[in-house]
């Protein structure tokens, strides 16, 4: 079975950027690529990639600007992000293919529904974030998620006091906050493959601006409207995900044209896990 793992893949964009990524699977297998959630990194679906590569899939796992390898890019929104990744995909050789992306990482896979229907094949939202505008969307997450993204709303400074100060506590004290917030099925989860704090450092890499301006944009308005959204999307989410209540997956789901939506009891935010095969199954099927 061809197996690949190549982690520092950088790319050079039109306005002088580096871009970086990853590749998972095969190299051979048909293209997905995969947008990352908060704080996260193109390292995510690392732990991913024999089971990608045993569904005959090649994943491609970018970092968006300021996160791992990908320089910051100033002033940066949502609807930008296509016009990155286009470049990422037409340096790749790849016309066509499938797109996912897991909780932060769910509003750039719609942008690019929204802006370049012609090339995605098929899309997958898992465990996704929904609009962070609307009233109440963000009152039933754990504290620090609350404050964060209530926060980076109005007062983005303060977001990055409170990511300074929980980094300068390390890392890994950072992670315990974030997985004690979580239900037993994640917890099992991590018991089973362990806390990836390479993924958490590679977040950080850069230092706080890249995920702080993710805050900040993710926040507010997106930019586009999930109703003109008309690629074909497969939602998945768990019903015990605290990160992002599933009314908010429910939200997403009824204002999407075109989505199928799948919920599972007892689940939380990383059924990714398990539920890999599955989904590449939906997208590649």
């Not at 947008?35 to 970092?63: C, N, Y």
């Not at 977001?159 to 099925?185: H, N, Q, R, W």
Request: hydrophobic letters at 40%; one cysteine or more; aromatic letters at 10%.
């Amino acid at each position: 079975m061809n197996y690949m793992c190549k982690t520092e893949n950088l790319m050079q964009l039109k306005d002088g950027r580096a871009l970086g990524y990853a590749e998972y699977g095969d190299p051979d297998g048909r293209p997905v690529f995969f947008f990352h959630g908060w704080p996260s990194s193109r390292l995510f679906i690392k732990s991913l990639a024999q089971v990608s590569a045993e569904m005959e899939t090649r994943i491609i796992a970018v970092d968006r600007p300021g996160f791992g390898i990908s320089d910051f890019q100033p002033g940066r929104k949502i609807t930008d992000w296509p016009e990155d990744f286009a470049q990422l995909a037409d340096k790749l050789g790849i016309r066509k293919f499938a797109v996912a992306g897991h909780s932060g990482g769910a509003p750039y896979v719609l942008v690019c529904c929204k802006k370049m229907p012609d090339r995605i094949t098929k899309a997958a939202v898992i465990s996704g974030m929904g609009p962070l505008d609307l009233p109440g969307a963000i009152d039933d997450m754990p504290f620090l998620h609350s404050l964060l993204f209530r926060f980076g709303r109005f007062l983005p400074y303060l977001d990055t006091v409170l990511i300074y100060l929980s980094l300068s506590g390390g890392l890994k004290i950072f992670s315990e906050v974030m997985i004690s917030s979580m239900p037993d099925a994640d917890k099992e989860i991590i018991k089973q493959n362990g806390a990836d704090l390479d993924d958490l450092e590679q977040a950080f890499r850069q230092g706080a601006r890249g995920p702080i301006h993710d805050i900040v944009i993710l926040s507010k308005s997106w930019g586009f409207r999930l109703e003109d959204v008309k690629t074909k999307v497969y939602l998945w989410h768990g019903d015990r995900d605290v990160s992002v209540p599933i009314q908010t997956a429910k939200y997403v789901a009824e204002q999407l044209p075109d989505c199928l939506a799948t919920y599972y009891e007892g689940e939380g935010h990383l059924l990714i896990s398990p539920r890999w095969k599955e989904i590449l199954s939906r997208l590649v099927g």
